[in-house]
């Protein structure tokens, strides 16, 4: 009987980490400005296709240039008004991310992870920094990449395999 809770937590941890390793690339796409690289994003489901609103989901963005977090929030929210997406807590969301994200190196990846429940966890080069604690930050947040009304629709296509 002794045995029973770990050999519960061990099953556990195994499907989390088969789980972690069972992401399909939906697609990906490189943001540039002007002439000059700016990320690569890749785009990951279970089952390698994207569905609007389907989670879970995992967008990983590697920079190809040194970002500063307050850069990364600035922009963040200017693409929310851009969208013209809003919602009452968006600001406590960017308080959070600023204080969730750090600078970002060139090579740096920072990945979120969207679950099933709608839950969001960040993730830098593999570390988890945590995550906004409000199941409608999730998203919101992707929207800025997967909404038709994004500022770069191509990006878009390309993330979701339609390019």
């Not at 740096?108 to 593999?126: C, K, M, P, V």
Request: proline share 4%.
């Amino acid at each position: 009987m002794k045995r029973l809770p770990i050999l519960l937590l061990l099953g556990w941890a195994l499907l989390a980490t088969a789980r972690a390793q069972a992401w399909e690339l939906v697609g990906e796409a490189r943001l540039t400005f002007l002439f000059w690289p700016v990320y690569d994003s890749r785009l990951y489901s279970l089952d390698g296709q994207y569905r609007e609103g389907q989670r879970p989901l995992r967008l990983e963005i590697q920079y190809l240039l040194d970002v500063e977090a307050d850069d990364l929030v600035s922009r963040t929210l200017a693409e929310w008004q851009h969208q013209q997406l809003q919602h009452p807590r968006q600001q406590q969301w960017a308080l959070q991310l600023a204080t969730l994200w750090p600078d970002i190196q060139e090579g740096d990846i920072l990945a979120i992870e969207l679950d099933e429940a709608g839950g969001n966890t960040f993730y830098r080069n593999g570390q988890r920094l945590g995550g906004v604690d409000d199941d409608a930050f999730g998203a919101q947040f992707l929207a800025i990449w997967l909404s038709p009304a994004t500022s770069r629709p191509e990006l878009r296509l390309a993330l979701i395999g339609n390019d």
